[in-house]
């Protein structure tokens, strides 16, 4: 009975953040990250690539309501980095009886390229709030070759303590690290076995491996791949989208119009100004406009307002508008959103107020409640796996790899670190294939595994 309120529970949750998952392709598909610090690339092989921000170490963003003339807290997000930027908690609370109470919380570990603030993601970890501790729920391993294109994402459940696979996600990729294929397979529960689900299959233009072209996506149907849907893109020099159109695909080879994206952009291409919406007309087989989205920006290019607006009888008409306040720095502070009604005018709904440090509501950013030394993974690994553990109390910690006749292979840690979830890359490069330990020490406590390496 307790194992069937478990799976209740979690499929809940699960439900939850899959509601709000994007169509767009993501091998991460059940780990989405919400970050005020920084911006996942949508178009990148599993939302493993990024761009940061900004470099404050600590961000909170209380979002709220506009109710009966006022305004009432909703969710908080709290980013908190450790100071080497190798490593970010995000943790979501809810506003509830007047106060806040944790809800969820990523851990994921990076690696940023501090000349251009782009970000890779190593591994990420889902833990959900129980009454008072944090409880891992899923984690996510991402697998890179010598030129550090992703060719893998491991995604694993845990159940009780132990973790099984859940999501894996292949990737084959061009000249420049760009996905030419991504192949996703998804745990049966009836079988227990990781089946093909869905698959994206890109194409570039001849001359530039990093222009996108055309991606298609598949469904695993009746142990075939039927093809279900197409996108096609026009970009302009800076590899901005410039048109996006949409095709439904039916019985794997009709293609049908269902809608298209114009993009303008300002003289550098780099910023865009205006997104016209359409949707295909069967009836007169013309494209008829649905949407226009616009921007205005400040002399430093941070977007001050947005306006959404629908087109209804010949004309657009306004739908909703978010306008954005910046500190000295050019980091926002503040985003409000009105909607428009036709009697009323302007109303606000909305606003997020960003934080840089602690707001006078102090946040409660529960540690883990135990030292532990998880498993690495995936396990077996080739030539690469991700170790993590979490620490109680600020200590001098030490982690080891030895062979099995005990010598030292490597020593991964030494050195002083504060209480949280760590982890870190061993890459097995040079090592023959066999068994191996590895040895946590914080402090007087101690914890050793073993993992496997096959080549």
């Known amino acids: 009975m307790k194992n069937i309120i478990f799976f209740f ?7 939850t953040i899959t509601s709000l998952s994007s169509e767009r ?25 990024g761009k940061v921000l900004n470099f404050n170490l ?25 100071p080497a930027m190798t490593q970010v908690e995000v943790i979501s609370q809810e506003w509830v009886n007047d106060k806040w109470e944790n809800k969820s919380k990523h851990v994921a ?35 890179y070759d010598s030129n550090n294109y992703l060719t893998q994402v491991n995604t694993q459940l845990s159940m009780g303590g132990n973790f099984i696979p859940f999501q894996q996600t292949d990737f084959t990729n061009n ?60 970009r302009n020099s800076m590899l901005n989208e ?19 994206y114009e993009y303008t952009y300002n003289s550098t291409g780099e910023h ?34 947005e306006l959404g607006e629908n087109f209804i009888g010949g004309n657009y008409s306004p739908s909703w508008r978010t306008s954005y306040t910046y500190n000295s720095s050019g980091d926002e502070t503040l985003s409000q959103t009105e909607f428009y009604h036709v009697t009323e005018g302007w109303e606000l709904a909305s606003q997020s107020i960003t934080y840089y440090s602690p707001s006078s509501v102090a946040p409660d950013l529960s540690q883990p409640v135990q030292f532990t030394l998880n498993q690495n993974y995936p ?15 600020p200590s001098d910690v030490k982690l080891t790899v030895y062979d099995v006749l005990g010598n030292q292979i490597t020593e991964l840690v030494n050195g002083f670190q504060s209480p949280g979830t760590h982890s870190i890359n061993f890459n097995a490069d040079g090592l023959s294939s066999g068994v191996y330990f590895y040895k946590l020490q914080a402090g007087n406590l101690v914890s050793v595994k073993q993992m496997m390496l096959i080549k």
């Not at 529970?9 to 439900?15: A, D, E, G």
């Not at 170790?387 to 109680?392: A, G, P, Q, V």
């Open 9 to 15: 529970v979690f499929f809940s949750f699960l439900f």
């Open 58 to 82: 600590y961000v909170e963003q209380i979002n709220q309501n506009w109710e009966n003339g006022a305004w009432v807290n909703d969710t908080r997000d709290i980013d908190q980095w450790n």
């Open 272 to 305: 865009c100004t205006s997104q016209l919406g359409k949707y295909w007309n069967s009836n007169q087989s013309t494209w008829d406009y649905s949407s226009r989205w616009t921007a205005t920006y400040d002399a430093n290019w941070n977007m001050t307002l």
């Open 175 to 234: 000249s420049a690290g760009l996905p030419l294929t991504e192949i996703h397979k998804q745990l049966n529960f009836q079988t227990m076995q990781l089946e093909d689900y869905r698959k994206y299959v890109n194409t570039y233009h001849s001359t530039n491996p990093k222009y996108l072209e055309t991606e298609t996506n598949a469904y695993f149907i009746n142990s075939a791949w039927v093809d279900t849907g197409k996108t096609t893109y026009t």
């Open 109 to 143: 570990s990076v690696s940023i390229n501090m000349s251009d603030s782009t970000m890779r993601f190593l591994q990420v970890q889902l833990y959900a709030w129980a009454g008072n501790a944090w409880i891992i729920q899923m984690q996510s391993a991402y697998v």
């Open 379 to 393: 396990n077996p690994f080739n030539p690469s796996t991700v170790i993590s553990y979490s620490i109680t109390s």
């Open 242 to 260: 410039l048109t996006e159109i949409f095709q439904d695909i039916y019985g794997g080879s009709t293609f049908v119009n269902a809608w298209m």
């Open 25 to 49: 392709r993501s091998g991460n598909e059940f780990i989405k990250i919400k970050s005020a610090t920084f911006r996942v690339d949508e178009k990148s092989p599993a939302y493993s690539t």
